[in-house]
């Protein structure tokens, strides 16, 4: 559900070496680094993690509203996501015109969650609303893997895996990447996992659970949780919470089929689901083979720089295996690197199955595993520091030019003011996010049939220069004129 990002590329190497710092002795489990969940007395420091999560809010939402004020939108779903909840904030079905005249977004993807936010929309009918919120979700979920962490390494190690997870690369790529639904499933899993590891099995499976609403996909995530639950539960002797857990599997796996086979294409113009064809690569071989590289250089991102490839140690890890299995199994090209969002989900369950790998393997009796994962929250953190620095969007942070709007965004907010509220309008990636508040918005050769008052064009929109003629093109039976032009932008206005 999105258009092509601006040409860029991402770099795979190998992660920065970090600083060893001297091995400190990790307190037990239960000690001084946290206090059990009946404790009358909070041990000293224990706002660090909501205090992470505030530096993280802002640091989200300020490189989000500051690439929205400065005509960075890469994609059409900032726009798409508007549409729908402005619909649900004026208690209609959530119908996303960008998708195609009349289009209910519960056709295309299932993430009626989405609606959580048309109060705040109706408050702040602006797509800064989204973006804010999804900063507030994204810093939120630093919370339980920052706890996570304390509780079982200890303040200084729990902060720094918390504190790594929140300026990962995963979690940065998504905030890049205007709004995405899975903001809401980012916290969620965080808090599950943070329960597992607490045994609070119950708890655990509930925080999983309003994952259904979320994406179509995530049932199986819900399910895999599920599956890693009852294993933890049956080591530690809970029968009950293996049948709680095996329950909660099966109505995860039935929830994502559900919806896939009979709830999406019950709102479907065409009666299916439109990505069916991007989740398959054609044969079993090409599956596995299409893109190897980049899968692998992905696999590299994941596990390396974030969990110093201790992670695989935890059982947590097997939380990931649908969203890779669906990414890696696609023919689609733009679900298999670390670009984009597609990742942000995959990170709480890094980082808390890093916490719990050092955990273990602090007790191992191997001197070198012990040494090894007692310096890998610090090398984690440093890694996310020096990317952060360097090549990572947060970068963007540090350069004055950020901060300043440039003449052509304030040019073309002036051409898109002409439109009047209320206009249908055709338009291309940047001008969307602008006009989705106050007009009805089409994508550029995507109306079906209903023929706009204004089309708003990137620069040249053909190889022949002309923009009515492009416009004929789209809309034979109509006559456009050029408005105006400025910011890159060329305006036609439609006179019959």
């Known amino acids: ?9 991402t770099a795979v190497g190998t992660p920065p070496a970090p600083p060893a710092p001297s091995p400190a002795p990790a307190p037990a489990p239960g000690g001084a680094a946290g206090a059990g969940p009946g404790s009358a007395h909070r041990p000293p420091g224990h706002w660090a993690p909501y205090l992470l999560a505030a530096v993280l809010f802002a640091l989200y939402a300020l490189l989000s509203v500051l690439r929205y004020e400065r005509l960075e939108t890469m994609s059409w779903d900032l726009g798409i996501f508007e549409q729908a909840i402005r619909s649900y904030a004026h208690l ?20 009626p969650v989405t609606a959580l936010l048309a109060p705040f929309y109706r408050l702040f009918p602006t797509p800064v609303t989204l973006l804010v919120a999804q900063a507030a979700l994204f810093a939120l979920s630093a919370v339980p893997v920052a706890r996570a962490g304390v509780r079982l390494l200890g303040r200084a190690r729990g902060l720094a895996v918390g504190a790594a997870y929140g300026l990962s690369w995963g979690m940065q790529r998504a905030v890049e990447f205007d709004f995405h639904e899975i903001c809401f499933a980012v916290p969620l899993i965080a808090f599950a996992l943070e329960a597992l590891l607490r045994r609070r099995w119950r708890a655990a499976l509930l925080w999983g659970l309003p994952l259904v609403l979320v994406k179509e996909d995530l049932g199986f995530t819900l399910a895999a949780l599920a599956c890693v639950v009852g294993w933890r539960a049956r080591v530690a002797g809970d029968a009950r919470a293996v049948r709680l857990a095996a329950l909660t599997a099966a109505f995860g796996t039935a929830a994502s089929v559900l919806v896939l086979t009979v709830v999406i294409p019950a709102f479907n113009t065409a009666g299916g689901y439109d990505y069916w064809a991007k989740m398959t690569a054609g044969t079993p071989d090409a599956a596995l083979t299409d893109g190897l590289g980049i899968k692998l250089a992905t696999l590299a991102w994941l596990l390396v720089p974030t969990t110093g490839l201790l992670a695989a140690r935890s059982p947590l890890l097997l939380v990931a295996a649908p969203t890779l299995g669906w990414r890696f199994l696609s023919g689609e090209p733009h679900y298999w690197s670390t670009d984009w969002h597609y990742s942000a989900v995959l990170m709480p369950i890094l980082a808390l199955a890093l916490a719990d790998a050092v955990d273990r393997a ?31 969007p947060l970068a963007r942070l540090a350069e004055p030019g950020t901060y300043r709007i440039p003449d052509r965004v304030a040019a073309a907010e002036r051409l898109l003011a002409g439109i009047p ?9 940047a001008p969307i996010a602008r ?6 918005v089409f994508w550029i050769g995507g109306t079906r049939g209903v023929v706009p008052d204004w089309i708003v064009f990137a620069d040249t929109p053909d190889d022949t220069g002309d923009p009515r003629a492009e416009a004929h093109r789209l809309h034979p039976t109509a006559e456009f004129v050029r408005e105006d032009e400025a910011g890159g932008f060329v305006l036609l206005r439609r006179v019959r």
């Open 362 to 392: 602090r007790r191992s009796p191997r001197p070198w595993l012990r040494a090894y994962a007692l310096q890998l929250p610090s090398a984690v953190l440093a890694t996310a520091l020096a990317l952060s620095v360097t090549a990572l």
């Open 1 to 9: 559900m999105h258009a092509p990002p601006r040409s860029r590329t």
């Open 435 to 440: 006009l989705t508040s106050r007009c009805r």
């Open 421 to 429: 509220d209320g206009a249908s309008v055709e338009a291309d990636v």
């Open 92 to 111: 209609r079905a959530p119908v996303v015109d960008l998708k195609g005249p009349g289009t209910n977004v519960l056709g295309d993807h299932f993430s």
